[in-house]
């Protein structure tokens, strides 16, 4: 089917992939899940502004599956914020599930707080510091257990939209990209205002160095690069990605952190590249610190959507941030917007989502 | 839609709602999801004759999980038997499931053993022996988890199929049925070939006395009835049943444990009766020495379905002695095989599923 993409997707790379792609889930339902996962590396001080309780970004992956799930957070209250107090682009996520009615899951890569909601367990443990060159224990098996849970989702859905929760992402992001061969240096977003590349880089360089593994090593065995400088939610997501796209189109909703998981689905199977896309936000697509389009087109042809979100209209100080770019990505926020988009064919824009959104985050003010 | 229900299945009990319960699932895609748990009642001498090594048991759920999910264990070598040394009921379950095409799910009540499988983590713990009156810790937790995965499966499925696999289940149905005030005595069955009626009875008249509740109390909250004397896999099937039932007809696939579920799930939420059927198998419902129908006149007018199934052709003897009735139900066999026949509207009929249980059991006894 030829659709006219509408202007609430922004296409960024692979325009005629993008068209086809888009034509081929135009209408259909979609199923969000949101992979989650924790790493020490997002508490090494200037990585990621954790404000002074870094333990707090703990809590942050269960408190986004729990307000997916409920509309609420059960694990603290209020919302998550982000590192700059901001807050958790899950707000967006959840107004695009609301808004298009789709059916959520959750996966556990490997977490300290887990979520009071359900979630797949897939037996992993949270990450440690990348610096160690150790960062996942045996990303392996959540690998296969999660190509596994990809597969029955797959069985049950139209559509896949695999999102992410984890602080200090985009630094393992790095890592595991560099590790892969990738020139990712200065190319992936961060949740500060200033993108700390030169930290992330030395972060990452300390990592690869205490591994004892080249990177000829982990080119080959993708699973040795999460090992050594990744995080939890890769193997995660990189299965979940796998085993859904052996039968069914699913949209990889995240920013450079997904970049860096398509390199993985690309090392492990590459054959279900076609049925991929990357679904993310305009501000990351617009964002000058980071370069997810130069990203992608080194790994693959694989199409970059973003949803064409403006909060610029919004009355709230803390939705209107996010156009200064403070804020760019995260729970899947432009991935389920797409989705959201493309299900309804067209009927849901992105003015009908920042008006949900705006509710959702009147009404999430002042339960705080 | 009318539908004259086929041969393969008999009907038990409420003959005009199984009807129109059949005809309401007639063509209509199910999906299976496999509750597990784990009960030191299950070890009791003379309970269950679990045989030189109690501890065994503790794998049984863990390895049917994985016999759906791959067509064979990976937690040992081989396929679980019964106490009896009967292979498990879960070849049935798992050849209904491939013969359909069905998709796959489980998930977790509280085990000590995990399927190496993707499961929904519902954060319960492994049961107590119910003697001690304090079987299961949290119930509650687990129970509205568990609706809310209920939920999740009924937005992508068209009926759901929930089936249990655990050891000493029918002992701690027999204490949860007593406790919410049926009469159920002389009427759960067993896996053994003579049922120790008397030696449950004692147990659970032990149990309820050690809980320090009166059955008005677990009456009055249903939780309460598991806690002191049920065991894990009953808070998850129950959440999964009610979550589910609000939007689309489940099959409830077990014997009489199924009957101990549906108590909790009329005393927790009676609304959804009317989208419920018992699914059972042939063995369980001919059984002399217990009585599902009875079970569940007592608690609803909720049909009792059983698959036709006819082993005595077969020339594995390991199949052909369930004629005897020494193994009658386990891992939803019943209700996967019913689930089976009406999603492809009779296609798939008792002959089709005893020729592919046969290949399966070939295969799966040629890797032992």
Redesign the interface.
């Known amino acids: 089917m030829t659709v006219k993409i509408p202007e609430s997707i922004l296409v960024c790379h692979e325009a005629d992939k993008a068209k086809e792609f888009v034509g081929r889930i135009w209408g259909k339902k979609a199923?969000f899940v949101c992979t989650i996962g924790n790493t020490e590396t997002g508490k090494i001080p200037g990585i990621s502004a954790a404000g002074a309780v870094p333990e707090i970004t703990d809590f942050t992956p269960a408190a986004d599956v729990e307000l997916l799930?409920y509309g609420k957070c059960k694990c603290f209250d209020g919302v998550p914020v982000t590192p700059t107090g901001i807050p958790t682009p899950g707000i967006i996520t959840m107004s695009a599930i609301k808004l298009a009615?789709m059916?959520?899951?959750s996966?556990?890569g490997g977490v300290n707080v887990?979520p009071?909601?359900?979630?797949?367990?897939?037996?992993g443990k949270a990450g440690k510091d990348i610096r160690t060159g150790k960062a996942v224990e045996n990303p392996r098996?959540v690998y296969e257990?999660?190509v596994?849970?990809g597969e029955?989702?797959a069985?049950?859905?139209e559509v896949l939209v695999v999102g992410e929760s984890i602080a200090g992402g985009t630094t393992t992001a790095l890592g595991v990209l560099t590790a892969l061969g990738y020139d990712a240096r200065g190319k992936v977003s961060s949740s500060m205002a200033d993108n700390p590349h030169s930290l992330k880089d030395e972060v990452v360089r300390i990592g690869i160095k205490n591994s004892g593994l080249t990177l000829e090593q982990m080119r080959q065995d993708p699973m040795l690069a999460i090992a050594a400088v990744g995080d939890p939610m890769m193997p995660a997501a990189a299965g979940l990605v796998v085993g859904a796209a052996r039968h069914i189109p699913v949209i990889m909703a995240g920013g450079t952190q997904m970049a860096a998981v398509l390199a993985l689905v690309k090392g492990m199977e590459p054959g279900v590249l076609p049925n991929l896309a990357i679904g993310t936000t305009k501000w990351i697509v617009k964002d000058g610190t980071s370069n997810i389009c130069d990203l992608v087109s080194q790994i693959g042809k694989v199409p970059v959507l973003a949803a064409n979100l403006d909060f610029g209209p919004s009355k709230h100080p803390g939705l209107s941030i996010y156009e200064t770019g403070i804020v760019k990505e995260g729970v899947g926020a432009g991935g389920a917007s797409i989705a959201a988009i493309t299900s309804s064919k067209g009927k849901i824009d992105c003015k009908a989502l920042l008006q949900t959104i705006e509710q959702n985050y009147e009404m999430l003010m002042k339960k705080q």
């Open positions: 199923t799930y009615n059916p959520i899951f996966a556990n887990r009071t909601a359900p979630y797949f367990e897939l037996d098996k257990t999660a596994i849970a029955s989702l069985a049950v859905s």
